[in-house]
């Protein structure tokens, strides 16, 4: 069994800057992706960023530019440095784990970011 643990959401102003982290533990793996996810009141669940391994970076258009996702060396914990943040940005900010190229994912309870003046 996985689990999977977000921190770093938290209440911001336009224009600041947060950092999640996303700890996956339970087994001694190097996850094949680890990936952020969000959803805001009354919206699906949608792509933020995913790192996968072998592959570049992916994210989405709307963050482009101003977010990174990053891993550290040992692959299990995974991080979305978020700059130039904007009111639109805020949501539940949810990590996924994917353990290897195929079988299940596994989702993280979900931290709350909040970008408002």
């Known amino acids: 069994q996985v689990q999977v643990v977000e921190s770093g959401g938290g209440l911001v102003q336009p224009g600041g800057s947060l950092r999640l982290s996303c700890k996956a533990s339970?087994?001694?793996?190097?996850?094949?992706?680890m990936g952020w996810y969000r959803q805001a009141p009354g919206k699906q669940r949608d792509l933020v960023a995913i790192?996968?391994?072998?592959?570049?970076?992916e994210y989405a258009d709307s963050v482009q530019g101003r977010f990174t996702i990053s891993r550290d060396s040992a692959g299990s914990t995974v991080y979305l440095q978020m700059n130039s943040l904007k009111p639109e940005d805020t949501a539940v900010y949810y990590c996924?784990?994917?353990?290897?190229?195929?079988?299940?994912?596994?989702w993280g309870q979900g931290t709350q970011v909040t970008v408002s003046s």
């Open positions: 790192d996968t391994f072998g592959r570049r970076s």
């Open positions: 996924k784990v994917r353990p290897s190229a195929i079988g299940n994912d596994y």
């Open positions: 339970g087994s001694d793996f190097f996850p094949y992706a």
